[in-house]
C-alpha cells in the first residue's frame, strides 16, 4: 500500500520506472510526443534484459526461453510433453527464487541496523504527524512545529501504515508511514487536547484551494490537448469560466466529463476518457 510522502512503499515499481523512462529519454523526440510509441519496444528490451537480483530476463522466468527479437522464419513445431516443460519451470522458478531471496538478504543486511520496530498502534489512539512535508504560511520553517496534531488514527492499513482523521480542509492523502508519526503523550496534569484548538492551528496549512465542477459546457483542440470549458460551482459569471485539460479533474469531475459526452457523444473527447 502506497503511503503519503514515502515513496520507499512501492520502491520496485517506482525503480522500473526510472529504467522505463531511461529507455525513451534515449528514443523520444525534442517535442516529447512520439513516447507513446515507443513503450511496446521499451518494454521488450526490459523483459529480455538480465536483472541483478535474479541474474534472469523477465521474459525468461515466465516462460523458460527468451523471446524471438528477429522476423526469424518459423522453425518446426515443437511439442514436448506438459510434464516435461512442467519440470523445467519448476527448476526456473525455484533458481528464481533462490537468487531472489539472496538479493532481498543483502538489502535486509545493509538496512535493518538502521531500522527500530515501529510502535503497535491502535484505532482510536493520538499520535502526532510529523510536518517534513507540509507546509505552512508561517514565514519561517525552523521555528514552525516539528509536528502537528493530534490526530486519532482511524484505520489499522498495515504495521506500516495508518489512516488518520484529518482536517477536511487538507487536501493531502491520510494514509502515512508510521516513520511519519510519533504517540501522543500527555502528563497526568495536562488537560486532554482541545479539538477545536487543533482545528484553528490547521488554518495555518498551506492548501491548494479546490473548486467544484457545476457543468461542462464545451471542448476544444489546443496544439496537441483536449480543453474542457468549465462553469464552476457559485461562480456563475461567464468572466470566471475556465478552460482546464483532462489532468485537472478530480474524481468528481471526471464524472461530469462522462455525462457531457454521454449528451454530446460528436464533441472532441479525451483519449483518456472510455466511450459510452
Known amino acids: 500500500m502506497s503511503t503519503a510522502f514515502h515513496p520507499q512503499t512501492d520502491g520496485q515499481t ?20 512520439n513516447w507513446v510509441g515507443l513503450l511496446l519496444i521499451a518494454e521488450f528490451a526490459y523483459n529480455n534484459s538480465i536483472t541483478m537480483g535474479n541474474g534472469m530476463s523477465p521474459f525468461y522466468t515466465n516462460y523458460g526461453f527468451h523471446p524471438v527479437s528477429s522476423d526469424q522464419a518459423a522453425a518446426g513445431p515443437l511439442n514436448p510433453t506438459s510434464k516435461l516443460y512442467a519440470h523445467w519451470m519448476h527448476a526456473v522458478h525455484k533458481v528464481y527464487a533462490e537468487r531472489l531471496e539472496a538479493a532481498h538478504e543483502r538489502m535486509r543486511r545493509y538496512m535493518d541496523p538502521q ?34 496534531g493530534p490526530f486519532q488514527v482511524e484505520k489499522i492499513i498495515s504495521p506500516l501504515a495508518v489512516r488518520l482523521t484529518l482536517p477536511r480542509k487538507w487536501k493531502i492523502h491520510n494514509i502515512f508511514h508510521v516513520s511519519l508519526l510519533e504517540p501522543y503523550r500527555i502528563s497526568e496534569h495536562q488537560p486532554p487536547p482541545d479539538p477545536s484548538k487543533i482545528l484553528r ?53 471526471l464524472e461530469k466529463l462522462q455525462e457531457f459526452h454521454r449528451r454530446n457523444p460528436d464533441a472532441l473527447r479525451d483519449y483518456r476518457l472510455t466511450e459510452g
Open 201 to 253: 492551528e490547521s488554518d495555518d496549512i498551506e492548501q491548494s484551494e479546490e473548486y467544484d465542477v457545476d457543468e461542462i459546457l464545451g471542448s476544444t483542440r489546443k496544439g496537441c490537448r483536449i480543453l474542457y470549458l468549465i462553469k464552476w460551482l457559485d461562480y456563475p459569471d461567464r468572466k470566471d469560466w475556465t478552460e482546464e485539460p483532462y489532468d485537472n479533474f478530480s474524481v468528481g469531475g
Open 14 to 33: 517506482e525503480r522500473l520506472n526510472q529504467t522505463i523512462e531511461a529507455y525513451l529519454r534515449a528514443f523520444v523526440g525534442h517535442e516529447q510526443d
Open 115 to 148: 531500522r527500530t520496530e515501529p510502535p503497535r498502534y491502535q484505532i482510536g489512539d493520538l499520535v502526532m504527524l510529523s510536518g517534513r512535508n507540509i507546509k505552512t504560511r508561517r514565514p519561517s520553517r525552523k521555528l514552525n512545529h516539528k509536528n502537528h
